[in-house]
């Protein structure tokens, strides 16, 4: 699901527009994914390469080209880009020689997996902690308002006590 936005095909360069949720050196397979009602949005019919596929011609000599020359811009994701100036929008070759430059990367921190089984029984604690609570709660108000009908009960029974 995610969108080619710039091929560099001089330097076998693919560029996206997000991060992809892997590690460095790890293999990314690509697959064409655009479909809309059983016709792919751009094919040979329409005139324009179904995109990233692209072979440069044989008499095309890439060495003698410059970078800027060789890139394909993804059709699709161009109204995404429109505010940039066209110098922006095409990767010079020192963007190139920056990414092709081995440094030394730290890999991504693996995602906590987060355990259901333990959020559940810490739920179900929770839960039944308040239901503990709830409980001697009413308990309380229960024993007061038992303990006032006791007393109105015991004037009651004084006042017809001191009328005889």
């Known amino acids: 699901g995610v969108p080619v936005w710039r091929i560099d095909y001089k330097n076998a360069l693919i560029y996206l527009p997000t991060l992809i949720d892997a590690?460095?050196?790890?293999?990314v397979k690509f697959s064409d994914t655009i479909n809309t009602k059983g016709y792919t949005l751009w094919?040979?019919?329409r005139g324009l390469p179904a995109f990233p596929t692209f072979i440069p011609s044989e008499e095309e000599d890439l060495s003698k080209l410059s970078t800027d020359e060789c890139q394909l811009m993804s059709p699709p994701l161009y109204m995404y880009f429109r505010d940039e100036f066209a110098a922006s929008q095409l990767v010079s070759q020192a963007d190139v020689e920056d990414a092709k430059s081995a440094r030394p990367t730290t890999a991504a921190p693996k995602k906590k997996v987060?355990?259901?089984?333990?959020?559940?029984?810490?739920?179900?604690?929770?839960?039944?902690n308040l239901q503990k609570a709830r409980k001697v709660k009413l308990m309380s108000l229960r024993t007061r308002a038992h303990e006032k009908q006791e007393e109105a009960r015991?004037?009651?029974i004084l006042k017809y006590k001191r009328v005889k």
């Open 114 to 128: 987060y355990d259901m089984k333990k959020y559940f029984e810490a739920r179900k604690k929770y839960r039944q």
């Open 43 to 45: 094919n040979e019919h």
């Open 23 to 27: 590690d460095v050196g790890t293999y």
């Open 154 to 156: 015991r004037a009651k």
